[in-house]
């Protein structure tokens, strides 16, 4: 359901208008208000309310709000018209409200019908979809019709659509703006939903660190690994459903440099792995492009000399896998040293995969392989593992060189090469989950 709401007024009705605004100032607030030019003025003047002024009504006004509703723009169109002018206006009400017929509109004319539909909304919450037409392998108007239908009779949705020349993080910025000016003005319930891949919940997911705004998470993508991670359905339907209890739960992130990072940075293996993973590989493939990558990359992977500094102090290793975890799912094996990636523990899960020589013996390889079944093993009984050809640990803050620079994945995403430096931030996210969530587990007393 779009987010606009249209005004018109008759002068004879005007002040019964601006009443109505006054009396609705809350609800108003949290849409973005269009008006024919002298009922915008008065209600802007009388609220104090940002409002888009169109033509009068005499100059074509009431066509162009035909025309938003025609494009999909309008929520409710408030027209509260003078008994003596009916006449005169018939041809004007009747064009709007056959197209309001049509594209299924409400249309108040008179105070009651008006304070009936202000009601309404009153009672619905708004959210501002980012949506990425291009993930996965589904079909994406079916996947949005299907949002719509879920969501919308009790959800008004502002649907942004990702482009390839706009950042996900600044859409999701712009939406946060619009969130916040309204929330000074009042306890406002607005909040951001991503549809997409890792990329684009991660991407969507950095404007929202720290701001305390809700986030609404439907999983499009190939591996879906955040979603998995949290115990979040992956499913659109039950996705959409997860949304709509209202249950919130406050999970960490954490910055790779500049990144945001909700899930986790791979360095040297599984960054390669990735890169091969490419999307004409996945669109073909779905997840299991990533277990084929990863077995030809595990044949050519070469180690590396890396520095680990905390707190610091530094600490050097030959390696040729480390991954630096926020959360993960049990898939992401090589995140699973610990036996469980904790999401609101405040701490970065680090799993670094050592070797003694300084080249990769196919004893290496095959001992590699014996070694990730292992790690399978152990987050599915959340059991860290011991094995000596492992450092495992924890901590809040790590800064990694590597020799020769290794290439660094975070979230899916190749940002680049080390160094990096990678920072938790606690309780960073607020996120829409299942009321019984067990991958969540509840902080202890000591921890809060």
């Not at 501002?128 to 919308?152: K, Y």
Request: aromatic content about 4%; proline content about 5%.
């Amino acid at each position: 359901m779009p987010t606009s709401i249209a005004l018109i007024a008759h002068d004879s009705q005007k002040a019964d208008m601006m009443a109505l605004a006054q009396k609705y100032q809350t609800t108003l607030s949290r849409y973005h208000t269009i008006a024919t030019a002298n009922t915008g003025k008065q209600v802007q003047a009388a609220t104090g309310l940002p409002i888009e002024l169109i033509k009068s009504q005499r100059d074509g006004g009431d066509i162009q709000i035909t025309a938003r509703v025609i494009a999909g723009e309008i929520a409710c169109v408030l027209w509260l018209c003078d008994p003596d002018q009916l006449q005169t206006i018939a041809a004007s009400l009747l064009n709007l409200l056959r197209i309001c017929q049509i594209y299924n509109v409400p249309l108040a004319t008179n105070l009651s019908t008006a304070n009936a539909l202000l009601q309404s909304l009153q009672k619905s919450r708004v959210a501002h979809l980012i949506f990425n037409p291009v993930a996965g392998q589904g079909n994406p108007d079916a996947d949005l019709a299907m949002i719509r239908q879920i969501l919308e009779p009790q959800i008004q949705l502002n649907v942004i659509f990702t482009k390839p020349d706009l950042n996900p993080t600044d859409q999701a910025k712009a939406a946060i703006a619009s969130i916040q000016r309204r929330r000074s003005l009042i306890s406002d319930t607005n909040f951001v939903i991503a549809s997409g891949g890792d990329g684009t919940i991660s991407a969507v997911a950095n404007a929202l660190i720290g701001t305390g705004i809700p986030l609404g998470i439907i999983p499009r993508g190939t591996a879906n690994a955040f979603s998995v991670a949290l115990g979040i359905p992956t499913g659109v339907k039950q996705a959409c459903e997860t949304i709509l209890t209202g249950n919130t739960c406050i999970v960490d992130a954490a910055r790779c440099n500049s990144s945001p990072m909700i899930l986790l940075a791979g360095i040297g293996f599984e960054a390669e792995t990735v890169e091969r993973a490419d999307r004409e590989m996945k669109n073909l493939l779905g997840p299991l492009a990533y277990l084929i990558a990863g077995a030809q990359q595990l044949l050519e992977q070469k180690l590396f000399a890396v520095e680990v500094e905390i707190d610091g102090s530094v600490t050097e290793f030959h390696c040729g896998a480390m991954t630096i975890a926020n959360a993960a799912p049990p898939t992401s094996v090589l995140a699973q040293g610990l036996g469980e990636v904790i999401p609101n523990d405040g701490l970065l899960d680090v799993t670094i995969a050592v070797s003694k020589n300084e080249s990769l013996t196919l004893t290496d390889r095959l001992l590699a392989i014996d070694v990730i079944g292992k790690l399978f093993t152990s987050a599915l009984v959340k059991t860290p593992i011991e094995n000596e050809v492992l450092a495992c640990f924890r901590t809040n803050k790590i800064k990694v060189t590597a020799t020769p620079p290794q290439k660094v994945v975070v979230d899916g995403e190749i940002i680049g090469t080390t160094p990096v430096e990678i920072v938790c931030i606690p309780d960073g996210l607020t996120l829409f989950a299942p009321l019984v969530n067990s991958l969540i587990p509840a902080k202890r007393s000591d921890e809060a």
